[in-house]
């Protein structure tokens, strides 16, 4: 003998359901195209949407349970070239990530970019030419491993310069250049002639 078991569900758009509706482990289903939604009540009484993540450029809408899910995710694609995922938490909704490696103010201020490494497959480009830093003179980077360096300026304490062959370190005096040469502990002057 069969016989058929439907959940507790619903076609209304947003509709969740009052979590005294379910008993613990019940599950309720929203079958909208608009606002799909699966729901269980836990034992002490809260409802959980286990999902799936809502994507749109606004919050998850709701009616009939008004309360938010802890752990419910929303893809956010208000700036469609760089949406970001969204976790509710008791202290409401958090980003998580940056999903396409672009990095706004906006995101760093909501939490978004706390990684320890950044691996990019592809350029780093500022958003305007000439108007932001890497690191300050307070939050130095200790590193910068690089094939070639292209810029307008390069401000630095003392230029040490290392390969496999020799290793310098350029001393700036107030009148005139030094080199040391790191291996021998020697040092030289620079001589130089005034041109104008």
């Known amino acids: 003998m069969s016989f058929l078991v439907q959940h507790i569900r619903s076609g209304e758009f947003a509709r969740r ?4 509706d379910l008993a613990p482990g019940q599950l309720a289903v929203n079958y909208n195209s608009d606002s799909t939604g699966l729901y269980f009540r836990t034992d002490n009484g809260e409802l959980v949407k286990a999902g799936p993540v809502h994507v749109g ?16 995710m929303w893809l956010d694609t208000t700036d469609p070239v760089s949406p970001s995922m969204k976790i509710y938490t008791e202290a409401g909704w958090v980003v998580v990530n940056v999903l396409d490696g672009t990095i706004t103010e906006d995101k ?7 990684a320890r490494k950044i691996t990019l497959n592809n350029s780093l480009f500022p958003t305007a030419d000439g108007q932001f830093d890497l690191g300050s003179s307070v939050s130095k980077f200790s590193h910068i491993y690089t094939d070639n360096i292209t810029a ?9 310069l290392k390969n496999d062959k020799g290793d310098w370190t350029v001393v700036e005096a107030e009148e005139y250049l030094t080199l040391r040469n790191n291996k021998t502990g020697k040092t030289f002057k620079i001589v130089m002639e005034a041109i104008d």
């Open 108 to 114: 760093i201020a909501n939490g978004a970019v706390t």
């Open 17 to 20: 359901p009052q979590p005294l």
């Open 57 to 72: 450029n606004d919050v998850p809408p709701q009616i009939n349970w008004t309360e938010r899910s802890v752990g419910e």
């Open 152 to 160: 307008t300026n390069v401000y630095t304490g003392d230029l040490h």
